[in-house]
């Protein structure tokens, strides 16, 4: 049987003794490739996304949604190198999001989404705010994610936990962000009295400027000492709800009006906006 140059070669290594030297040998550089051979537990890929947000005071969604964020999606679907745009609209407010192909340059396709922006920044209608323009990368996810959950405390008190975990979690060397989730925060509110506030003749707009008016620190001047500038700011913050009790929104006959006198201030959880349920199943 006659055979061809395949088989010949075949031949050669099977009856040849270098064919054990060679395999040892191949083996080793494999092993010592694949050794040297760089590798990422999380490989850097390069996707350029940018969240675009707009304001629209006083417009509905359904608004928001054909005069903002309509246009601009099909405006940000002509730059060159976007794949994915996709949108958001609530009352008062419009989130377009772009996503580029993967591999594109993050700089380049950042600076043409800008241009796109300015240059048919005449489509948006009048009242719309600047676009604000947030970047994203694919590596923009949590590395850990800790949940809290308790029998005995309410949501209101692990959300004031999961803030102080925060803080101490930031001062960590190299972390770059921390949020916290769910939860009431904590809101001090002001429960008026309308028959009090009629029989002081005290209005809303009268008791919302008193506490705007308290609440604020103000530049009053400055003076220079050996050779340095010194700032003089006068005025404080609200702290707590004793500071807000005391506020005196009015002088009549003499006699101070406080806050306190006509409104009840209560410090404690915010209104809840959303509920989320969880289930174990049956």
Known sequence: MKTGIAGKIAQAFISSKLTPLLMIAFLALGVYGTYLTPREEEPQIDVPMADIFIGYPGASPDEVEQRVAVPLEKVLSNIEGVEYVY??????????????????????????????????????????????????????????????????????????????????????????????????????????????????????SQIAGTIQASNQEMRSGSFNQNDTEYLVNTGNFLKNASDIKNLIVDVQEGAPIYLSSIADVIDGPSESSDYVVYGLGA
Not at 101 to 121: A, I, P, T, W
Not at 137 to 147: E, G, K, R, W
Not at 186 to 201: S, T
């Open 87 to 204: 949108s958001t609209s609530m009352e008062g407010q419009a989130m377009v999001s772009a996503r580029f192909y993967v591999g594109e340059d993050v700089e380049r396709s950042l600076v043409r989404l800008y241009n796109e922006l300015m240059k048919h920044s005449d489509r948006m209608p009048r009242g719309t705010t600047p676009p604000l323009i947030k970047t994203r990368s694919i590596d923009d996810v949590p590395m850990m994610t800790l949940t809290l959950w308790s029998e005995s405390y309410s949501d209101y008190e692990l959300r004031r936990v999961s803030e102080e975990l925060a803080n101490e979690v930031k001062k960590i060397t190299d972390v770059a962000d921390v949020k916290v989730h769910g939860g009431r925060s904590r809101q001090i509110r002001v429960l008026m009295d309308k028959a009090k506030m009629a029989e002081y003749g005290i209005s809303v």
